[in-house]
């Protein structure tokens, strides 16, 4: 009898959290209203009904999910693999590098050793394994993300809106022939930029940045009153604007521009095409984030890119300690201890939430706002 208990109580949380997130999917609690800046008209966000779209699927509407990842940060590994199947997706690892084990012969043009950290070089050289991965095995789209990441619990409903909103951007784009497989993000993206930490927009670029007229676009989808946005002074990421032109509970999609931080992309076949051209053959000499940004804001072989802000994917810094945080920076230099975990701009974390997930409890949000 008594051993028959735990699995009945295991079977009980497991309806209960099933019941929690069927609820939360379908109770419309993150519905929000889709507007361009140029036509106000009202985007038909739910047309397309909750599960009904490919976004819910086990991949998030992607063929693929790939984490780059060192294999030793098996803590990294663990909170991933818990966070994604509690929120409804599968995850394909691909082994991160450690910069000094490249070769000097391979070592992309323009990249000095002397000068430049072999830290950076690694994480260029897993960014790039991953594009080759999508264009090796004809993945015809995929999602490529670090394995630090935090997202929203209500992560597929939020990309369903930007699936709506970024497929009204894509109407200006060029058609796109190398996404042939229907995708519910539209068919003629190459890179959907879904997690970066610094946003400015096309029209604000520095003199330094500025592209040519005919490769402006500074059109935006604005996403309202959502409440997965976080409200002031907990929003952040707005490089070139201030939050206060916009109301609260904004969420912006828009061409980007220039983008910090490469915590999340997704590539299409013909963009990973494309960025293993860019980002692989023709040369390396800042960090991999500043140049996948140059990639989108320059239209490198017509390279056409959708983003948005507040980020749906953001790194997170657990509690312990802060030297773990990054592979990026060398470990040990500092003891310093975290006592709490934080995620910028995710007001329901996965993260912070996994002891109410896996207990079938209500998520909670990070700020009392
Ligand atoms: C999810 O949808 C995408 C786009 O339609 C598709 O390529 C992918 O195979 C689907 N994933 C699963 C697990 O069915
Ligand atoms: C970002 O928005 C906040 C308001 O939320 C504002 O105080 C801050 O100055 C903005 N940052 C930039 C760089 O404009």
Excluded at 163 to 176: E, M, V
């Amino acid at each position: 009898m008594i051993a028959g208990r735990p699995s009945f109580t295991l079977v009980v949380a497991a309806v209960v959290f099933i019941c929690v997130v069927i609820t939360f999917l379908s109770s419309g609690s993150v519905r929000s209203q889709l507007r361009t800046t140029s036509s106000p008209t009202r985007l038909a966000y739910s047309a397309q009904k909750h599960g009904k779209s490919d976004v819910f699927n086990a991949t998030l509407g992607f063929e693929k999910v790939i984490v780059i990842g060192l294999p030793e940060r098996s803590d990294k590994r663990d909170a991933l693999t818990l966070m994604s199947a509690l929120t409804g997706f599968k995850l394909s690892w691909i082994d991160g590098v450690i910069g000094k084990t490249v070769s000097d012969k391979a070592l992309p043009l323009g990249w000095d050793r002397e000068t430049m950290q072999d830290n950076n070089l690694g994480s260029w050289r897993g960014h790039v394994n991953a594009m080759r991965r999508i264009v090796e095995d004809g993945i015809s789209s995929a999602l490529i993300m670090e394995d630090d990441m935090d997202w929203d619990v209500h992560v597929k409903a939020q990309l369903e809106q930007f699936s709506a909103a970024a497929r009204t951007l894509q109407k200006d784009f060029h058609r796109n022939q190398s996404l042939e497989s229907p995708s519910p993000y539209g068919q003629d993206w190459d890179m959907l930029w879904l997690g970066s930490c610094v946003t400015t927009f096309d029209e604000h670029l520095p003199a330094h940045l500025k592209v040519v007229e005919e490769q402006r676009d500074p059109r935006k989808v604005l996403i309202f009153d959502d409440p997965t946005v976080p409200l002031p002074p907990h929003i952040l990421a707005n490089g070139s604007f201030s939050w206060e032109e916009y109301p609260p509970r904004t969420r912006i999609v828009y061409v980007p521009g220039d983008n910090v931080c490469s915590f999340a992309y997704a590539l299409s076949a013909s963009g990973a095409q494309k960025a293993l051209h860019h980002m692989g053959l023709e040369g390396q000499y800042k960090p991999f984030d500043n140049h996948l940004s140059d990639l989108c804001r320059m239209r490198v072989d017509g390279m056409r890119c959708v983003s948005v802000v507040p980020s749906l994917f953001v790194h997170h810094r657990p509690k312990g300690k802060i030297s773990a945080d990054s592979d990026i920076n060398k470990a040990g230099q500092n003891e310093e201890m975290r006592e709490v975990g934080f995620t910028e701009n995710i007001v329901y974390s996965t993260r912070l939430n996994l002891g109410n997930l896996v207990r079938g409890l209500e998520p909670e949000k990070q700020w009392a706002e």
